[in-house]
């Protein structure tokens, strides 16, 4: 089993739509959580982290759920500049190593 | 220069041809990491060095060889790669945070090697 797993979509929504992913995790005792964007040829660069009471950065919103081991972001009113791949990253229950998923494609169309 | 920086950008090497991918971080961070990037498929990490030692070996060939002579420069030697080996390889750092866990990593531009 994989230690993350996301839907690579793709997802192409409307700019202003609302959109979710979610991700989830294989190892219940996993430490840490975030959120990562890559664009086309570029590196990953982190968006958020997850903390267990969920966080806010202005449109973009990260919960996660340790019951059901899912993180999930929310992005409301998209604009064409949120275009690109979400990486979903889990650290391990070690503190040592950090799993990635293979990432959910979202493009905004005009 | 800020951040993570990774040279060469682009690489393409013979099956017999020796290079070095060199990264360096402006950060102050104390962990490295190599990472290789494969079309359709998740980071894959392949080496961790924290304050300097290498702390994580994720079974990857020693065709690839990492070396951290201090906390800001890694390297990564290529021998006898194969075609396989293309990919785009990520370098990253992060700081140890409290309780000895690694923080938030920030990642370089990435070297794209070709293997021919």
């Known amino acids: 089993r994989k230690e993350v797993e996301q839907d690579p979509g793709p997802f192409n929504v409307p700019e202003g739509a609302t959109v979710a992913f979610n991700c989830t995790y294989s190892n219940s005792a996993s430490q840490s959580f975030f959120w990562y964007r890559q664009d086309c040829r570029k590196e990953p660069k982190l968006l958020m982290s997850?903390?267990?009471s969920g966080n806010e950065d202005g449109r973009f919103t990260a919960q996660l759920n340790r019951a059901s081991q899912y993180i999930s972001l929310l992005i409301r009113d998209s604009k064409l500049s949120d275009s690109a791949t979400y990486l979903c990253v889990v650290m391990s229950y070690t503190g040592n190593q950090f799993y990635f998923g293979t990432g959910t494609s979202l493009t905004v169309i005009p | 220069e800020t951040g993570v920086t990774q040279t060469p950008r682009h690489l393409v090497m013979g099956m017999t041809n020796k290079k070095s991918l060199k990264c360096e971080q402006h950060?102050?961070?104390?962990?490295m990491y190599w990472y290789k990037q494969s079309a359709k498929k998740p980071l894959e990490l392949m080496f961790v060095y924290n304050f300097k030692e290498q702390t994580e070996n994720n079974s990857v060939p020693s065709r690839f060889s990492p070396e951290c002579p201090n906390s800001s420069h890694l390297f990564l030697h290529l021998h006898t790669l194969q075609p396989e080996d293309s990919a785009l390889y990520l370098c990253a750092s992060s700081q140890e945070a409290r309780g000895g866990s690694l923080g938030e990593q920030f990642f370089g531009p990435g070297t794209r090697l070709t293997v021919l």
């Open positions: 950060l102050g961070h104390n962990a």
């Open positions: 997850v903390y267990s």
